[in-house]
């Protein structure tokens, strides 16, 4: 099945000029994690996630009222085009440990693809490389 | 084996009065989402997430600087005590959709086990209830 048919349309966008107090009013509304962040067109110029918020900006004090979004996102990421197989978006999410892949065709950003999308073709989250992926030291067995 | 014998113990908590910015600046330190708030003693009162932060302080224009930790921490939490078993702790983390279980004896923030910390006893991520813990609301992004 082609990512085109398993992801998610219309997604809700910020600008790189937006404060980072606005991306977060916006991840509380829709209760994501994560915002993808277009310009004119919807070309996608990098994605800001809750763990940017807090670990780029918050852990140094920054006034969140003011701080832009252009200075705290990811601007270079991995992103997918509708026309590839599920089982590549598996690979490359589990190759970058990402469990959300932007979809893009032609520069603008068309979708956005999720990790439990793809459990309709049977890929579930174990498989695409996440296991074990948030544990930072695994610990290993004595044998 | 007993969560005692799997857990870290070695565990970097915050005062409740401490700021929402030393907060993230140990999830940034140590790469953790999830930092227990402990009075004197050691006194478990609650545990604050990056998730947290973003959602009960940021969206809301709240000064990092100045606001409290205890403002914006979770105080109701689930633990576990250091001699229940890993089976028991995989429970806990799959009833309660969580990664962490912060580990409590006499009232006194002991460790915390982590799903990972699990594995040694052959529990994954996927039997604990995490494998498509994320697809619950399809669509929504």
């Known amino acids: 099945m082609k990512v085109r048919d398993l992801m998610t349309k219309d997604v809700r966008t910020l600008k790189t000029n937006h404060t980072l107090r606005e991306a977060a009013e916006l991840m509380a509304s829709l209760n ?15 994605i800001l996630t809750d763990r940017d918020i807090v670990v780029r900006a918050v852990a140094k004090g ?34 970058h440990q990402l469990r959300r ?27 695409a490389g996440y296991a074990l992926g948030e544990i930072s030291t695994p610990s290993r067995p004595q044998l | 084996m007993k969560i005692r014998e799997l857990m ?14 030393q907060a993230a600046q140990i999830m940034a330190d140590i790469d953790v989402g999830i930092v227990p708030i402990c009075s004197a003693n050691d006194r478990l009162e609650g545990c604050v997430t990056d998730r947290d932060i973003v959602i009960r ?21 689930v633990s ?27 009232g006194r923030l002991v460790g915390i086990v982590a ?10 991520e996927n039997e604990a209830g995490f494998a498509l813990s994320e697809i619950s609301e399809p669509g929504i992004h």
């Open chain 2, 80 to 106: 576990c005590s250091p001699e229940q078993t890993a089976q028991e702790a995989s429970n806990l983390m799959a009833d309660h959709q969580i990664r962490r279980l912060p580990v409590v004896e006499n």
């Open chain 1, 62 to 95: 920054v006034d969140i009222t003011r701080a832009k979004i252009n200075d705290y996102m990811s601007p270079k990421l991995v992103s997918i085009n509708p026309q590839e197989t599920a089982a590549e978006a598996a690979k490359l999410m589990a190759e």
């Open chain 2, 8 to 21: 870290t113990t070695d565990v970097q908590c915050c005062a409740p009065d401490a700021s929402l910015q």
């Open chain 2, 57 to 77: 302080a940021v969206a809301k224009g709240m000064d990092v600087n100045t606001t409290r930790v205890g403002e914006c921490m979770s105080s109701a939490m």
């Open chain 2, 115 to 124: 799903l990972g910390d699990l594995a040694v006893v052959g529990i994954h």
């Open chain 1, 101 to 127: 892949l932007p979809v893009v065709e032609e520069g603008q950003m068309v979708g956005i693809l999720s990790i439990g999308d793809l459990s309709v073709v049977d890929i579930h989250e174990n498989e």
């Open chain 1, 32 to 46: 994501v994690g994560v915002i993808p962040i277009a310009e004119e067109g919807d070309k996608l110029r990098g």
